[in-house]
């Protein structure tokens, strides 16, 4: 499947309580076989949270535990070629990986807390 870089950035509708940090390096690259279980894994831990808490996203979709990063990729992602708030891919470079000194990426996930969970602790469910 081959490798996939990615960049992970907060949702930008979070709720003000519940609102998690930008990691401080939200440029990652791994294998495309990599699970969404095992990526928000990962993003809690960096975060401090709990996996449970946490929601990955792309473009506004729940991402599915079971699906793997290269089927977010080819499915969802697949004729994306800039996002809101993706500086680098605006910059106007040849895309080049010099350009910039690291590759564009080749998808963005979004995280926030899970909104089971925020519904669950404001009305008490």
Do not use: M
């Amino acid at each position: 499947d081959g490798q996939v870089a990615f960049k992970v950035e907060p949702h930008r509708d979070q709720e003000p309580r519940d609102e998690l940090a930008p990691l401080e390096k939200p440029y990652l690259k791994t294998s495309g076989k990599l699970k969404v279980s095992q990526l928000r894994k990962y993003l809690a831990k960096k975060l401090g949270t709990t996996s449970y808490d946490l929601e990955l996203l792309c473009k506004d979709q729940r991402l599915p535990a079971e699906h793997s990063l290269q089927f977010i990729k080819r499915t969802l992602w697949s004729g994306t070629t800039t996002t809101v708030g993706d500086a680098d891919a605006d910059k106007g470079g040849t895309g080049a990986a010099g350009d910039s000194g690291r590759e564009s990426p080749d998808l963005v996930v979004h995280y926030r807390k899970s909104e089971t969970l925020v519904h669950d602790l404001r009305f008490g469910s």
